[in-house]
């Protein structure tokens, strides 16, 4: 094995978030692909352009009661027209087989740890921790649960996408097989299930399951310098500076009420902490020194919505807007489509269009004929990691041993051979440590594993509400078909996991917003911040979840607007625990700000909302500029730098006269936390730059003895701030000359901030011609972490790349859905070199948006081609 493919199975770990992006071609893949690509890329063209779709004609659609049309603009947009909803649930399953199937493919694999069947070896780690979770057992059961319009639907969905199967060979569907089958693997799909579907949520309430990272970190962080020391860098969420979302309403007996001032509820609250109990769990930040990166999700995973009511508007109706920040590859998450009804009527209500999964029925984010929505993480605590006592084959519970749930399952390995699984369950829940090495060594360092006497051993184990079967199918479905705040609310109540925040607005000039989801309620010894004694009854959950009906949720509010953007739901005096760790709220409290002043001078408009998106000032620009304006460099050379900084905006353009400044600021910060915390914090936890750092060094600049100040690695030294503030600003000047040039206006934040789009599987192959074939990279942009603009970085790495991204963005207006804005990441396209794989993307970069044309006439004048699905003729006799 190559040094590079030993290097990138070390940092699987910390790509497991991004599933499968890591993924490594077998070595006789690479001996074959190597030759055979490079000849092949000489008449490469018809089998680049075998898998393109038909998007004009007709095709025959087994299973159709009538014709769908799907008419596509000059971005391929699909807009479907039928005369049911089951008929509209086959023509998408059909479309996005013709767009994506791969993309669609992969992700069952991956949610079903079955990617070692595809690309060998280096899936199975992956493969061995979805199975140990039982991602797909938990579909299998959901499926189940669901409502019988919504199994119909979704089978209906599946039949659309088999029917594609059926009419291609592997080579027409995806330039992606033709690879696969170069590098040896004899492959042919096997049918999409409604499963397979059910499944592709797991995959994203994993992405976006709340505070794993930092409950890890807290006790990472306490191994490194104590656990009052670390809590400095955790800090509590400004409720003084920054509003949370909903400012009005308490619980009374159970239910939020948006007009009560005074709480009244009988339900249960947190009980207080005892001091035992509090130092119970402070004990639990022990030596651990290692800990997969994957089991959080990295800062930057967030998203911003927000909605103006018809009062504050210049259309006289309310304007919604979303753009969710979420990690970049090719294709991108989204793909946009319109479901519409010829005829709407009860028999056939469905008249949708917006942003849809491929491989999931339906539109998930977007507006219907009326009422619109957006969707920000809420990000409550719902997961916990415990640590549990083992003997055999039982562990300790409550003062007596009870059996460990334990099954079997086999992972088929593509050129290698099966490996047999044992996987082992607590009543709290799988037992990770089985299957990671690091979580075994976390688990040897842990001060429970002292607990263990005898031949008892230490394993960590994992409670989530995401295992627990859920009917969170059935939402997207009502949401689509919701037309007041009445229905939608009822939508949102089946809205268990990943738990978002709903922000809402329909054409009678309403404006809301809801909070759902599946949200533990916990026993007094679980405040959720850190790993727990399993053995004890005390740290368990109680087995109830907060009531949807005492969920934070306000229709018109007194504002006037609705700004949600991953900062805290509400009030600290709202009863029931929902997370500690909420995003600090900068971009949420600068989206509110820019409101607050342009409504100040007027009402806001469609392209003023556009505009408020692409915002990209650096929420720290104003606060530690003072003190770096401060400091006394050198003339000359080290001034050029800090010159810069004396008339920056705080803005962070990709180009132009306030983009030298912002490199070097952005530079600057990234030394300073090197600096700062590098020196005493393990490499697992060094900064990553994003808002909670920001409000530790507004602290600590406010302290210029802070211990954290001090380089301990130097002696009879001891630092302070301005000493670090300095020496950060050298480093900075010397590091963009390297990197850019000599003449400090020549820098740009653009060319350090670049957005490289890779596929997650066969663009991380390791060989060159095949990840030219469908990786693409190379736009320079703006924006940054925490920024409105939140195309995120990770100061703890060497690269100012972006991680994360605003994946599309959308602006609705509910005075006419024809003057609606929307753009996506990257295009419809899931096939590589196809004129609409990234069209969309150097329009994004840019800031552009299309047109959203969603009337049968507007949808009609925008369409390029017409392709018509109509039913199978049954032979005559």
């Known amino acids: 094995m190559t040094a590079r493919l030993r290097d990138h199975r070390r940092q699987l770990w910390a790509s497991f978030r991004d599933l499968p992006r890591t993924l490594r071609l077998t070595a006789y893949a690479v001996a074959v692909l190597a030759l055979v690509l490079v000849a092949g890329l000489i008449t490469g063209v018809a089998v680049v352009r075998h898998s393109f779709p038909q998007v004009s004609g007709e095709a025959t659609l087994p299973g159709l009661v009538g014709d ?37 493919d992969v992700r069952r694999h991956a949610t079903a740890g079955r990617l070692a069947e595809l690309f060998g070896e280096d899936g199975v780690e992956s493969d061995e921790f979805v199975r140990t979770m039982g991602w797909r057992r938990v579909a299998e059961q959901e499926l189940g649960l669901l409502q019988p319009e919504t199994r119909s639907w979704l089978e209906a969905y599946a039949d659309g996408v088999n029917a594609y199967l059926a009419g291609h060979s592997t080579a027409e569907i995806a330039l992606e097989y033709t690879v696969l089958d170069l590098g040896g693997l004899d492959y042919e799909p096997e049918d999409w299930t409604p499963v397979d579907s059910l499944a592709w949520l797991k995959a994203m309430a994993w992405d976006l399951r709340g505070n794993m990272s930092d409950e890890i970190d807290r006790v990472l962080t306490a191994a490194d310098v104590g656990a009052t020391r670390a809590a400095e860098l955790f800090p509590a969420y400004p409720y003084d500076l920054h509003a949370p979302i909903v400012g009005q309403g308490a619980v009374v007996d159970g239910v939020f009420e948006q007009g009560a001032t005074v709480g009244g509820t009988r339900n249960p609250t947190r009980p207080p902490f005892t001091a035992d109990q509090v130092e119970a769990l402070r004990s639990l930040r022990g030596a651990l020194d290692a800990l997969p990166a994957w089991l959080g999700r990295g800062d930057g995973i967030g998203s911003n919505s927000w909605v103006v009511d018809g009062e504050h508007s210049a259309t006289g109706e309310p304007i919604l807007a979303n753009d969710p920040h979420l990690g970049i590859g090719l294709p991108g998450v989204w793909m946009q489509m319109g479901l519409h009804c010829r005829t709407v009527s009860a028999a056939c209500p469905l008249n949708v269009a917006g942003f849809t999964f491929s491989g999931v029925p339906g539109v998930i984010i977007g507006h219907n004929a009326d ?29 007596r041993m009870r059996p460990l749930r334990t099954r079997t399952e086999t992972i088929a390995v593509h050129g290698g051979d099966d490996v047999t699984l044992q996987i082992r369950a607590t009543g709290h829940g799988p037992l990770l440590s089985d299957v990671s090495d690091e979580l075994a060594e976390v688990v040897d ?22 295992l627990e079967p859920a009917p969170t199918a059935d939402a997207i479905l009502q949401l689509d078909l919701a037309d007041d705040w009445t229905s939608f609310r009822a939508a949102a109540a089946a809205f268990s996991v990943p738990a978002q925040n709903l922000v809402y607005a329909d054409r009678a000039g309403h404006i809301g917003y809801q909070a759902p989801g599946r949200i533990p309620i916990r026993k007094s010894g679980n405040d959720g911040l850190v790993p727990s004694a399993g053995w004890l009854p005390e740290n368990d959950w109680t087995g109830d979840t907060v009531p949807f009906d005492g969920l934070p949720n306000v229709l018109d509010p007194d504002d006037g607007f609705v700004v949600t953007a991953n900062q805290a739901v509400i009030g600290p005096d709202y009863p029931y625990f929902l997370t500690d760790d909420w995003d600090q709220g900068y971009r949420a409290q600068r ?5 607050v002043d342009r409504l100040a001078a007027g009402d806001v408009s469609v392209d003023q909302m556009l505009d408020l998106q692409l915002d990209t000032r650096h929420p720290l620009g104003p606060v530690l500029t003072p003190y770096l304006l401060q400091q006394r460099l050198p003339r000359g050379y080290y001034s050029g730098g800090q010159r810069l900084l004396g008339d920056w905006d705080f803005s962070q353009p990709a180009e132009g006269d306030q983009s030298a400044a912002a490199a070097y600021f952005n530079v600057v910060w990234r030394n300073l936390l090197e600096l700062t915390f590098h020196d005493e914090l393990s490499e697992d936890v060094w900064p990553d730059g994003g808002q909670r750092w920001y409000a530790v060094v507004t602290r600590l600049l406010d302290e210029p003895a802070d211990p954290w100040w001090d380089d301990v690695t130097t002696e009879d030294v001891t630092e302070r701030r301005d000493d670090i503030l300095r020496s950060a600003l050298l480093a900075a000047r010397d590091e963009l000359t390297r990197r850019q040039a000599h003449d400090a206006d020549k820098w740009t934040w653009g060319h350090l901030h670049r957005l490289d789009l890779r596929s997650p599987t066969l663009g991380e192959s390791g060989i060159g011609p095949v990840e030219w074939l469908v990786n693409r990279d190379g736009w320079q942009v703006g924006g940054g972490t925490s920024a409105v603009d939140a195309s995120s970085w990770d100061a703890a790495s060497d690269s100012y790349d972006v991680t994360t991204a605003p994946s599309m963005r959308m602006v609705v207006s509910l005075n006419d859905w024809d003057d609606s804005r929307w753009i996506n990441l990257t295009g419809v396209s899931g096939h590589p070199f196809h004129p609409h794989f990234t069209d969309q993307t150097d329009l994004w970069a840019r800031g552009d948006t299309l047109r959203w044309a969603f009337g049968r006439d507007a949808v009609t004048s925008a369409g390029e081609d017409t392709l018509t699905l109509v039913p199978e003729v049954a032979p005559p006799g």
Not at 78 to 101: C, K, M, N
Not at 374 to 388: A, H, I, K, Y
């Open 68 to 104: 769908v049309e799907v008419i596509r603009d000059e971005h391929g947009i699909p807009q479907l027209y039928g005369d049911s909803i089951e008929d509209l649930a086959r023509g998408q399953g059909y479309v996005q087989a013709q767009e994506r199937f791969f993309e669609m």
């Open 371 to 399: 009422i619109a929505w957006g969707f920000t993480n809420l990000g409550p605590d719902v997961t916990d990691l415990f640590v549990e006592r083992i003997t055999g084959d039982e562990y300790l519970y409550d003062g």
């Open 445 to 466: 360092a842990s001060p429970e594993a002292d607990a263990a006497i005898g031949s008892e051993q230490a394993a960590i184990s994992l409670q989530w509400t995401a």
């Open 591 to 595: 989206i509110r700000d820019l409101l």
